[in-house]
């Protein structure tokens, strides 16, 4: 029995450094002058992701004839390909932001749109506009929501800032964009 706990220790911990490792394969550095900066760039790929969606109003218009077939096409050919854009505007790593775009959304908006179509009849309750909306709102929930791990959490992405003081990098500034040491050296 004991042997057997062990062994099916053993596996668990190898699964998890497994999967561990595969996480942190998308893990994703970026320099960054301060936390200000970070907002800045996170609010304007926001703005840009609902201006890129409102101009797909008419793809989204195919969904009210009744057409599964269009949530596929409207998924893959328009909606993964802006958020890709947005998330390479935000990091500029193609690699990073491509595997975000297509495994970590894809089927996730696909399932949310088979799921409406399958349960309503879209005509009698939402204009495209309205779907528009949903979909940003289900995108924005995924890159930033309070818990881990959404897309823009340290699981993906971990900032890095260079100190106003010692000018090292480093994953942890405080208000005044000091390091951790230097912190604590005006404590002290
Ligand atoms: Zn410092």
């Given at each position: ?29 970026m320099?960054?002058n ?38 596929d ?12 854009n ?19 959304f ?16 879209i ?7 309205d ?29 890095e ?28």
């Open positions: 029995m004991e042997n057997l706990l062990q062994c099916s220790k053993t596996l668990y911990d190898h699964d998890l450094s497994e999967k561990t490792k595969q996480l942190r394969k998308y893990q994703l550095k320099q960054i301060n936390w200000q900066e970070w907002e800045n760039k996170v609010t304007k790929m926001f703005i840009n992701l609902k201006n890129k969606l409102d101009d797909i109003i008419d793809e989204i218009s195919e969904l009210f004839n009744y057409d599964t077939m269009a949530i096409n409207v998924v893959n050919c328009n909606i993964i390909y802006i958020i890709k947005c998330l390479y505007s935000l990091t500029k790593n193609k690699e990073w932001s491509e595997h975000m775009a297509y495994f970590h894809g089927l996730g908006i696909e399932g949310f749109l088979h799921g409406l179509m399958n349960t309503i009849d005509n009698d309750i939402f204009e495209p506009q779907i528009i909306n949903m979909i940003y709102k289900n995108i924005k929930y995924q890159l930033q929501y309070d818990k881990d791990p959404c897309i823009l959490s340290p699981d993906y992405i971990i900032l800032f260079k100190c106003s003081k010692c000018k090292n990098i480093s994953d942890y500034v405080n208000d005044n964009n000091h390091c951790f040491n230097c912190e604590n050296d005006e404590i002290i």
